[in-house]
């Protein structure tokens, strides 16, 4: 309980984006981070010449104070950004994927991806920029994914992953997506999966 209650309070301070969970992927070309409020988004865009937004929480209502902030910061700097909806708690949806895939191909860099805490569907993202597109290892891009960030019981994440390294078949993990994946059809793998045979020992 006590780290998702510290990296909220971190959220909160008032323009300490270096307290928002930020960090490099890729140093000067792709960040991941938390929510930002409107200054420390000002304060990102400034330093480091941001020139996309990638939102990983979806498109959110009139009463989104954040989002309206985002949005008009975005706006205001010339920004360009994505709204693309992820949950932490369920496999990444296919159509979500692709958006996320038509995102890193066609964004400007640098760009900055984020959610609401920066630990789990940033992780998500910064596993598959590493690995499709930055050449690392599934092994590599997967500290994208670890505690380091905050990242500890969306399993669903970890999952995907776990779904790709069985039934990737060699082929990049953009390819595996667009033919064989369908987050309906593995929702249940790991649940239905059988199990090992007991290796009886004398």
Request: hydrophobic share 35%; proline share 2%.
């Amino acid at each position: 309980m006590a780290l998702p209650l510290l990296l909220t309070a971190s959220m909160t301070t008032s323009c300490g984006y270096f307290n928002n969970n930020l960090h490099a992927v890729e140093k000067g070309v792709v960040y991941r981070s938390a929510q930002l409020n409107e200054c420390s988004l000002e304060k990102m865009i400034k330093k480091y010449e941001i020139k996309t937004v990638i939102n990983l929480r979806g498109k959110c209502g009139q009463g989104d104070e954040w989002y309206k902030d985002e949005v008009r910061t975005c706006e205001k700097y010339g920004v360009q950004h994505y709204d693309i909806r992820f949950s932490a708690r369920s496999l990444p949806k296919k159509d979500s994927l692709l958006k996320l895939f038509e995102a890193f191909e066609q964004a400007e860099y640098p760009l900055l991806v984020h959610c609401l805490r920066g630990a789990d569907r940033a992780g998500l993202a910064g596993t598959i920029y590493e690995l499709q597109y930055n050449g690392k290892s599934l092994e590599d891009s997967l500290k994208q994914l670890s505690i380091r960030y905050g990242h500890i019981s969306a399993r669903s994440m970890d999952d995907f992953f776990k779904l790709y390294e069985k039934f990737g078949k060699g082929r990049d993990l953009r390819t595996w997506v667009l033919e064989d994946y369908d987050e309906i059809k593995y929702k249940d793998y790991f649940k239905t999966e059988e199990p090992k045979p007991e290796v009886l020992r004398y």
